[in-house]
């Protein structure tokens, strides 16, 4: 395993700090900086991004950060993977796995899934984000096409959760259902919803989701998971 140069250390710990702070322009400096110094993206996102997003959530969990940061971290992480994007085509190692995901048929509300989305993909997973108001079938196609780790659906209205259950009865009925994990989340989901209707987990935001999806990736390889 090639070491990190000391160089590589501060640039690193430069854009942790910078995206904890919510500091656009200093996170999207950082970011350019070690892009210049010829950095892959994954590690960019797994050790300078993702641990500043992990200190985020801690600060949120302790009630020093509320939603509107959470939705700035969002934003700033949006604003990364503009700068990403192009060299993730020419290097895919690292990836965590991949995360499907989706606000459900009749369903247009997209903050909460958009933040689960920046979050997973500042931890270092390959999001496919299907957007809003997504038929049953479009989740199955996908899922089909890109095999991924996770479906993530999310639902904020009680005439639209249901739509959860008939999602994954589809993916049984297509025998991929045990292939993959999913996730439900969602103002009007609790876990008791989610038990009833046979998902794999229940999280209640985007801190929660990123950190039980990266447990079971670490379970999976043989580490631990709380």
Not at 2 to 11: M, Q, T, V, Y
Request: with cysteine; aromatic share 8%.
């Amino acid at each position: 395993m090639k070491r990190r140069s000391r160089l590589e250390d501060e640039i690193f710990k430069k854009l942790s700090l910078k995206i904890e702070a919510l500091d656009i322009e200093g996170t999207l400096e950082e970011v350019e900086r070690a892009l210049s110094e010829k950095i892959p993206p994954y590690e960019i996102l797994r050790q300078g991004l993702s641990p500043g997003m992990d200190r985020i959530g801690q600060r949120y969990e302790r009630n020093e950060y509320f939603l509107s940061e959470l939705a700035l971290a969002s934003h700033i992480m949006k604003r990364t993977m503009d700068l990403l994007n192009p060299y993730f085509e020419a290097s895919k190692k690292g990836c965590l796995g991949r995360f499907l995901i989706g606000t459900v048929k009749g369903d247009l509300h997209d903050i909460g899934k958009n933040i689960v989305s920046t979050m997973l993909t500042g931890a270092g997973f390959e999001v496919y984000d299907l957007g809003i108001d997504v038929p049953d079938e479009k989740f199955l196609k996908k899922a089909l096409e890109i095999q991924p780790d996770f479906i993530g659906m999310s639902s904020l209205l009680t005439t639209t959760m249901l739509n959860m259950k008939s999602v994954i009865k589809l993916l049984q009925e297509d025998g991929i259902r045990d292939k993959l994990k999913i996730f439900v989340g969602g103002a009007v989901v609790t876990q008791s919803f989610a038990d009833e209707i046979g998902a794999d987990f229940y999280a209640k935001d985007a801190i929660e989701c990123t950190q039980k999806a990266r447990n079971w990736i670490e379970m999976k390889k043989g580490g631990t998971s709380l």
